[in-house]
């Protein structure tokens, strides 16, 4: 079975700009693998940043985006700030008859 | 704007059936979205159980399609979850979404989470 693959944790100094990625385990990513991406803080919900590999959704700020960088997904965040840290993740769609969407395992990212 | 709001008991004793349902407001049901269900079990990451069209059309988690069972009901503008045969392993906070239009992804907007423990 395929496994999406993320990054388990990454840093980030206040105002700077990181990039996380969401790969599989065996073969690409590509836009047909519909990434999208997910913020969550403790506690709470699951929030939607990006879908469909580069769209915003509502009311999320153009500091982040989304890419196909190489063979990945990546979502890039700039002008990091505290409220950020978070983990972050991705899903990735493998077919309605294979498996359906597979998550990643998350990036805790760290603003510091 | 859509609001998600889970409902369904809390404790579930194993081997009986998990049973949830997804209250959609402010946005109709009807519409070209799929609605599905995602668990994060506590300190890990998020699961896709499946999804259902409007219609009745559904897919899976294929690790899980054997024991779920979802359903629409459109005069009540609501969705269901059922999982058979639960373990502790099902113990999780179960999150009901609303997935992007033209199925370009399985959530949009997301509910609260209900937090359902699996022991007897």
């Known amino acids: 079975q395929t496994v999406v693959t993320q990054e388990p944790s990454l840093s980030v100094s206040p105002g700077g700009t990181v990039t996380l990625t969401c790969g599989l385990s065996?073969?690409?990513?590509?836009?047909?693998?519909?990434p999208s991406w997910f913020q969550q803080t403790p506690g709470q919900a699951p929030r939607t940043l990006i879908y469909s590999t580069n769209t915003r959704s509502s009311g999320v700020p153009d500091r982040f985006s989304g890419s196909i960088l190489g063979n990945k997904a990546a979502l890039t965040i700039t002008g990091a700030r505290a409220d950020d840290e978070s983990d972050y993740y991705c899903?990735?769609?493998?077919?309605?008859?294979?498996?359906?969407?597979?998550f990643g395992g998350g990036t805790k990212l760290t603003v510091l | 704007q859509v609001q998600l709001q889970e409902s369904g008991p809390g404790l579930v004793k194993p081997s009986e059936t998990l049973s949830l349902t997804c209250t959609v407001s402010?946005?109709?049901?009807?519409?070209?979205?799929?609605w599905g269900w995602i668990r994060q079990p506590p300190g890990k990451g998020l699961e896709w159980i499946g999804s259902?069209?409007?219609?009745?059309?559904?897919y899976y988690n294929p690790s899980l399609k054997s024991r779920v069972t979802l359903s629409v009901d459109t005069s009540k503008n609501q969705f269901s979850l059922k999982l058979s045969s639960v373990t502790a392993a099902d113990t999780a906070v179960y999150y009901c979404?609303?997935?992007?239009?033209?199925?370009?992804?399985?959530?949009?907007?997301w509910g609260r989470g209900t937090l359902v423990t699996v022991s007897s």
């Open positions: 979404a609303r997935g992007c239009s033209g199925g370009r992804c399985p959530v949009d907007y």
């Open positions: 899903v990735l769609y493998m077919g309605s008859a294979i498996s359906g969407w597979v």
């Open positions: 259902i069209y409007h219609s009745g059309s559904t």
């Open positions: 402010s946005y109709f049901i009807r519409s070209d979205n799929y």
């Open positions: 065996s073969g690409s990513v590509s836009t047909n693998y519909y």
